[in-house]
């Protein structure tokens, strides 16, 4: 009940989602959680992780009032339409990454020092599947994603000798407002089957591999990118012969 007692955890993307999940696992665990989102709703603080500014400013925030950062969560992300590559917009591209793979870069570069000042530090950075297989018309996407992956095993080296653990997990399809704005009753029935589990995901689901990967559990475990996706990236479904 208690594991993260006295342990503060900055979660981005925390108003909706994904991110709102994490939030309410962490404070039933027992930490301090500090939501940053584009909007504010949901007790969090408005910040554009996108922007290094704003970032840093509600770093500056987190040091002033607890002086350390045990654990942070880069959920904030964007999806632009399915177009087929040939179709996507240079401006998609360009918000995909601005916020998927800069606001992960922004958020660890602005807390670096304040994760430095907790004996058991741990960013937990959102993939996704895509990362992983193409999912298609998501070039964008896939490619922002992807870009978060590498990022988790280039900062997890980098970070290794002042003790930051940096991990990524992969979604598979979660029922969230991100992925229900492009569900169908025919696209879920088609994920479903696709899926060896046989169905989407909770958000719950994604929080509760998040705060092992965050928790002293995982104290052994760093680099590593985790699909949590119901078996479909370990291949298709078994046929029946
Ligand atoms: P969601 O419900 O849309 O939540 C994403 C949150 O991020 C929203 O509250 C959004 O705010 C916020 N956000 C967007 N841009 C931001 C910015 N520049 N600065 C701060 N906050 C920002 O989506 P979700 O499905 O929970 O997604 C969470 C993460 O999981 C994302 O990184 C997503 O790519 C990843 N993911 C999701 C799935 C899935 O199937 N749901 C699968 C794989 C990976 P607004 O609503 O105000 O824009």
């Known amino acids: 009940m208690s ?28 930490a301090t959680v500090i939501g940053w989102d584009l909007s504010g709703l949901n007790n969090c603080e408005p910040v554009d992780v996108s922007q290094w500014e704003a970032v840093h400013l509600a770093a500056g925030k987190v040091e002033s009032q607890f002086g350390k950062l045990d654990v942070l969560v880069n959920c904030a992300g964007v999806i632009t339409p399915n177009l087929p590559a040939q179709d996507v917009e240079n401006d998609d591209y360009t918000k995909n990454f601005a916020v998927n793979v800069m606001g992960v870069v922004h958020t660890s570069k602005a807390l670096y020092s304040l994760l430095c000042k907790s004996d058991s530090p741990a960013i937990v950075n959102i993939a996704s599947q895509a990362a992983l297989v193409s999912l298609p018309s998501q070039t964008a996407y896939s490619a922002s994603k992807g870009a978060v992956t590498s990022l988790t095993r280039a900062m997890a080296i980098d970070w290794a000798s002042v003790g930051i653990r940096v991990n990524a997990i992969c979604p598979g399809f979660t029922a969230t407002p991100m992925a229900m704005g492009q569900m169908t009753p025919e696209l879920d029935a088609a994920v479903s089957r696709r899926v060896p589990l046989g169905r989407i995901f909770q958000p719950i689901e994604m929080a509760h591999t998040v705060e092992f990967l965050a928790s002293p559990k995982a104290s052994a475990v760093t680099g590593v990118v985790l699909p949590v996706d119901g078996g479909w990236t370990a291949g298709e479904p078994a046929l029946p012969m």
């Open 3 to 30: 594991e993260f007692k006295d342990r503060v955890v900055v979660i981005t993307g925390a108003a909706s989602g994904i991110g709102e999940a994490c939030a309410d696992v962490f404070r039933s665990a027992g």
